[in-house]
């Protein structure tokens, strides 16, 4: 579109299906670099990726045409595919259905890549789901304690 400029970005939070920590140190760079590819062919940029062994983050600043759901379906389908191609587990690995999206300012990026790169720090005082709670309550989104993490 001429003459649209934007700057749209987003903070996305998913786990691992059971939150089993699954993600092992020795391939999870070769992971994120999958994931960041995923997201260049989709002609959108990721700013950063990090996570635990049960969990990910991602900065991704999007065009306006993004679907956002439909951008992290594929990163979740195609490395799942890829990791299980990999077998680089025992048995299948999947994601939890669902994730979290959270709409950075330019102003908050900084803060932002900085939370995502201190992830094994941060870790040692707050469980994911404490995280992932705390990120619901900060941006005033309505959930069910019922649902949160719910065995699928």
């Not at 934007?6 to 699954?22: C, P, S």
């Not at 960041?36 to 991602?58: E, F, R, V």
């Not at 994730?99 to 900084?110: K, L, Y």
């Amino acid at each position: 579109m001429a003459n649209t400029y934007t700057q749209l970005y987003f903070h996305i939070v998913f786990a691992v299906k059971g939150r089993d920590n699954l993600i092992a140190k020795k391939w999870k760079v070769e992971l994120y670099k999958y994931i960041s590819g995923i997201i260049s062919n989709k002609n959108q940029k990721l700013m950063i990726i990090n996570g635990m062994p049960n969990h990910i983050h991602l900065l991704i600043g999007t065009k306006p045409d993004c679907n956002l759901s439909d951008l992290v379906r594929d990163i979740k389908a195609n490395s799942t595919k890829w990791l299980n191609k990999k077998q680089y587990i025992n048995g299948k690995f999947a994601w939890q259905t669902g994730f979290g999206a959270f709409t950075v300012s330019q102003s908050g990026i900084d803060n932002v890549i900085a939370y995502i790169k201190n992830q094994e720090a941060h870790h040692k005082i707050k469980s994911f789901k404490e995280e992932y709670i705390d990120f619901l309550n900060a941006y005033n989104i309505e959930y069910k304690t019922e649902y949160i993490f719910k065995d699928e």
